[in-house]
């Protein structure tokens, strides 16, 4: 995720520079089936996780029906994924988090990072959205 951020991969691309740092040590969970097939599944799996990333087998069910490689609430604090390759799961965390920061999906750009359409090129974020990614949600800064 970091390098995903601070990465200036296109000329229009900012490099954004947030640090995500893993705290904890990761664990496994023994309930339910680890598949996403409404909503309802989605809410039980988000139970009891603050600011944590569960990793599950399949998501079917993301405000919609389809096959979906994560899911994240928008706003929220936590989100969920499934395995893919290590240059793809970048993307996906950080794209995922982008929707935990209040960010929508992005078609403007086929290598926007919010392009709802993610691949391992999709990886610019602007100004604006860098500021999300940026936004701690506990800062007073206007003084
Ligand atoms: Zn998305």
Known sequence: MNAVLSAQDENHDISCNVGFTQLGTPSSFNFGTGIINSAEDFQFLLQGINGEVKV???????????????????????????????????VLWAHEFGHNQGLSHNSSSSKALMNPRIGRSTRTVDLQECDHFSNNNDSSEDS
């Open 56 to 90: 599950v087998n399949m998501i079917n069910y993301c405000g919609g029906f389809g096959n979906f490689l994560g899911c994240a609430p928008k706003p929220g604090n936590a989100m969920m994924v499934v395995r893919t390759s290590n240059r793809l799961e970048g």
